[in-house]
């Protein structure tokens, strides 16, 4: 079964569109921004409940429609795998926020989706009949898949938060407990290639922030590090607090940033190649962290020293401002699938093997 193979919550888990799965009439998993939609987790009830009839009863297996849901209008598409459906929800924008950009993002999304719930199948059998060119070929496919979903979604938040419509929702949560999923997280990766990631942690730090922004950020900064960071070297993760401001410091023993380039490193899309590998970047990595540590009041701050590593510290605000306090909830740690689609620039499609399962 479907859900049985892909997880079917994880898969679509970090979608920022409302996504509900069902099955035989009910509802098999939603994502954060569906349980938001429909104020509350409602796994296991009857689709009805959720979904209007008309949308439930349609025979095509693919469509689109306009319809209301929990009183509000939005464009619901839908998309089926075997015996499971997915129904993902587009709420629009304000009409002056509604341009082409946003349109075509939408639909890339959608896309990226498609390929990466494919991708995952033809992985699954390549595994089970034992086919090693089979495999090869879609973890190169995987691989550029959540490179294309990491520049979609860098893209897309770099955009919502120019526009001021970025979603935003802050939780009191203790920023140890993200810095060390993180570090856990990406340290087995980087000691396939010799590289150190280490957290240093310190009494336990509570701030109101966005859990999920917060761990797209440090995927990025972290991204950034791994990048140039030579082999035999040691990322240092680490904290410090006042009693205004938490700071998350990422240091790297690479070569530095040159004064040049550092100048320009806010200016997305107007990067020149990697130094390192010679390729291209959209130049998106900074600017999302950025925009989300200024969501949180706060700001990236680099310091580099050419030869002598460099260190980026995200400070955000802690819970001094009424608008952004809100009940603590228990930390909930991020998707394996987040760290595969944040550090594609750095892994190689050979970390795409044998992760259909």
């Given amino acids: ?20 799965c069902v099955r035989g009439g009910t509802v098999l998993s939603m994502n954060p921004p569906a349980v938001n939609l429909f104020g509350g987790d409602r796994t296991g009830c ?57 349109a075509i993002s939408s639909s890339l999304r959608e896309l990226t989706n498609t390929i990466k719930a494919t991708t995952d199948q033809i992985l699954v059998l390549s595994e089970r009949y034992q086919d090693e060119k089979l495999s090869r070929y879609t973890a190169i496919l995987k691989h550029s898949s959540c490179r294309l979903k990491r520049l979609i ?46 957290f240093r942690d310190t009494e336990e730090i509570y701030a109101s922030m966005d859990v999920v922004l917060i761990q797209q950020m440090l995927l990025n900064l972290l991204c950034n590090s791994l990048q140039n960071a030579p082999e035999n070297s040691t990322i240092r993760l680490s904290l410090s607090a006042t009693d205004k401001f938490v700071s998350i410091m990422v240091a790297d023993e690479g070569g530095g940033i040159a004064p040049e380039v550092l100048a320009e490193l806010f200016r997305q899309y107007e990067l020149p190649p990697d130094l390192h590998t010679g390729r291209f970047s959209a130049g998106l990595g900074l600017a999302v962290a950025n925009s989300i540590a200024r969501l949180h009041d706060g700001a990236i701050i680099v310091n580099s020293t050419p030869g002598h590593g460099c260190v980026i510290a995200a400070r955000i605000r802690r819970s001094t401002d009424r ?35």
């Fill in 1 to 20: 079964m479907l859900g049985d193979t892909f997880g079917i919550g994880q898969l679509f888990a970090l979608s920022r569109d409302p996504v509900i």
């Fill in 46 to 102: 009857n689709a009805a409940q959720l979904l209007p009839e008309t949308i439930l009863s349609a025979e095509s297996e693919r469509f689109i429609a306009g319809t209301v849901v929990n009183g509000q209008n939005v464009t619901v598409s839908c998309g089926t795998w075997e015996d499971v459906r997915m129904y993902s929800f587009i709420i629009p924008a304000p009409a002056e926020n509604q341009t082409a950009d946003r």
């Fill in 153 to 198: 979604m860098n893209y897309s938040l770099v955009d919502d938060c120019l526009r001021g419509i970025q979603a935003f929702s802050p939780v009191t949560a203790s920023v140890n407990a993200v810095c060390r999923d993180m570090a856990d997280m990406v340290s087995d990766l980087a000691a396939e290639r010799n590289i150190r990631v280490e």
């Fill in 323 to 357: 608008r952004m306090m809100s009940p603590r909830e228990d930390y909930r740690s991020v998707l394996t699938d987040a760290v595969l689609t944040q550090l594609s620039p750095w892994l190689t499609w050979k970390d795409y093997l044998h992760t259909g399962d």
